[in-house]
């Protein structure tokens, strides 16, 4: 297992400690990936998880820009309309630096 699945395991654990239901890993399209997919109350979640070492180059927090966001956003939006799915959706970010967890929820 790489360091990038490792994070996303523990992400995914720490998500459903605080009450979100996983349902999907690693949910792979031409133009993009949802790392997680999960459900906290009515909500359908899309979770970019991102690992880092250390917090040099700008960290975990700052990796996620807008073409990474529009990916994102394209692929979500695939996977409710391929899924039938007709629900509040947000994003939400872990992201790992070193041995710290941040979550950011609804975070664009």
């Excluded at 109350?41 to 807008?66: D, I, M, Q, T």
């Excluded at 790992?96 to 929820?105: A, D, F, H, P, T």
């Amino acid at each position: 297992m790489d360091q990038g699945q490792i994070a996303e395991q523990q992400a995914r654990e720490y998500l459903q400690q605080q009450g979100l239901k996983w349902v999907a890993s690693n949910v792979r399209y031409p133009f993009g990936e949802l790392d997680l997919v999960m459900r906290h109350r009515e909500f359908w979640v899309f979770v970019e998880v991102k690992y880092r070492s250390s917090a040099g180059f700008g960290g975990a927090l700052h990796a996620v820009g807008s073409k990474k966001q529009q990916r994102l956003h394209k692929a979500a939006s695939h996977y409710l309309q391929l899924n039938r799915i007709q629900a509040p959706c947000r994003f939400d970010l872990v992201a790992i630096e070193g041995n710290q967890l941040q979550w950011l929820q609804n975070i664009f």
